[in-house]
């Protein structure tokens, strides 16, 4: 699950447009710092110039994409309130101990830089350009990893998913003839206890962003991004394939009614109100898989014995298995495979793929009955033999793989949004900003 926040991407999108030689708006994010403070959470403040800053990447990262920019009176409670959630979790990271280190942030600014094609160097340059100095950008980064690990130490200790989910999963997907749906929504999330003003309030955003949705440059992924209070919001309101049961409840009924591309209308929940859109749908098909059984002998070449040697040896096994000598007392007596040596070579039925590279390419070549000749792989060297082949109907198998995987998604998601409330609702919160607050 990603997990990084939506400053981080704004971040690397700019970057990735100032080298494209794309302009850059030009008031810097470092000019006009601003001292004042627009709210406190608990004993964390957020300052007027963080919050300008925020806004300013999300306004360019939209104007980018094309998206009409919404009203800066709806954007920036928006903003803050991010923010504000964003202070109250690195808080509770640091009460429960959840920590991220200098080693883990060296390597998590490594891998952004080349995951930009750029060198170190050239990743501080680019930040420099868009005003942030490359230490701001580090704590930034250690901020989101922080997050990100308090998040998934969240998931790990709630989430279990029991056979018996699984099992009535399996019997629901089957009544429902196995369709599934792909969908993307944005939630406007009301707390506990709404009063009629916040849920008509909340009723009349969720209502302004289906509007804009509608029109030609609605990009639904971008201002799922901006506005959704839901998990998914970091995805661009996108969920995986799901059945209708592993779909959250509010979403499930309506995702059954749409058509391909279609937006629903402001649907109401418990939690708040959401819009959803059908990306696509499925029904699964048998899933037929080849599987090959074959032995092999493997030679490990080390101290006093040589590539060479490895190789002749294995030359006369061939010659003597050819001469009718049994592969499965040599591969006991010599293999150097712990893993299949007792049952004399014996892999076992494999699909393909599940074999590395070297391995996978001499099985297929071979017919069930053949002998490889000497290859090398990253383990040693080799001589297989091809036993049988076989096709296998693993629909079932598949099925209860991805229903297990959808359970603990949507109980994942479930459970991080819960908490997450449910620490925004005994945070005391008091705002600075006028027009803000919920």
């Known amino acids: 699950m990603k997990l990084l926040t939506l400053r981080l991407s704004f971040t690397l999108s700019l970057i990735a447009i100032t080298l494209s030689a794309i302009t850059v708006p030009p008031h810097s994010w470092a000019a006009?710092?601003?001292d004042r403070i627009v709210a406190v959470a608990e004993q964390e403040v957020v300052l007027a110039s963080e919050l300008e800053r925020e806004l300013q990447a999300i306004r360019h990262e939209l104007f980018q994409r094309g998206q009409t920019l919404p009203p800066s009176e709806q954007l920036r409670p928006q903003v803050l309130e991010r923010l504000i959630m964003q202070r109250l979790q690195l808080a509770?990271?640091?009460?429960?101990?959840?920590r991220v280190d200098d080693a883990t942030l060296d390597a998590a600014v490594q891998r952004i830089a080349a995951q930009n094609n750029l060198t170190l160097g050239q990743l501080r340059i680019a930040l420099a350009q868009?005003?942030?100095?490359?230490?701001?950008f580090r704590e930034e980064l250690r901020q989101e990893i922080t997050i990100t690990r308090l998040h998934q130490a969240m998931v790990q200790q709630e989430v279990e998913v029991s056979p018996r989910e699984i099992e009535e999963a399996l019997a629901a997907a089957t009544a429902q003839d196995s369709m599934e749906y792909r969908v993307a929504h944005i939630r406007i999330g009301t707390p506990e206890?709404?009063?009629?003003?916040?849920?008509?309030?909340?009723?009349e955003r969720a209502a302004a962003l289906r509007a804009q949705l509608l029109q030609e440059d609605g990009d639904f992924h971008a201002l799922a991004a901006t506005f959704s209070d839901a998990a998914s919001a970091e995805e661009g309101g996108v969920l995986g394939w799901r059945l209708p049961g592993q779909l959250p409840r509010a979403l499930a009924e309506v995702a059954s009614e749409l058509e391909r591309?279609?937006?629903s209308e402001v649907v109401q929940a418990a939690d708040g109100f959401h819009i959803v859109k059908l990306l696509d749908k499925r029904r699964e098909d048998a899933q037929i898989v080849e599987e090959t059984r074959a032995r092999h002998i493997l030679l490990r070449p080390e101290e006093g014995v040589s590539e060479h040697d490895a190789e002749q040896r294995l030359q006369s096994f061939l010659a003597r298995i050819r001469e009718g000598e049994s592969f499965e007392y040599?591969?006991?007596?010599?293999?150097?495979?712990?893993?299949s040596a007792a049952d004399g070579g014996d892999l076992g039925w494999t699909t393909h793929g599940q074999l590395v590279p070297a391995f996978q390419a001499q099985l297929d070549r071979l017919e069930p009955g053949e002998l490889s000749e000497p290859f090398r792989s990253q383990f040693g060297w080799h001589i297989v033999r091809v036993e049988e082949r076989r096709e296998r109907d693993v629909t079932d198998e598949q099925r209860r793989e991805r229903i297990a995987q959808q359970i603990y998604e949507r109980k994942s998601m479930e459970t991080l949004e819960q908490w997450q409330r449910q620490l925004r609702e005994e945070a005391y919160v008091d705002y600075r900003l006028e027009g803000a607050g919920r």
């Not at 509770?92 to 959840?98: F, I, K």
């Not at 005003?131 to 701001?136: H, L, N, Q, R, T």
């Not at 591969?331 to 893993?339: E, F, K, T």
């Open 32 to 34: 006009d710092r601003l």
């Open 92 to 98: 509770h990271a640091e009460r429960v101990g959840v």
């Open 193 to 203: 206890g709404a009063s009629s003003t916040q849920l008509q309030e909340a009723r």
């Open 261 to 263: 591309g279609e937006i």
């Open 130 to 136: 868009q005003g942030m100095d490359f230490s701001e």
């Open 330 to 339: 040599l591969a006991r007596l010599h293999s150097d495979d712990p893993g």
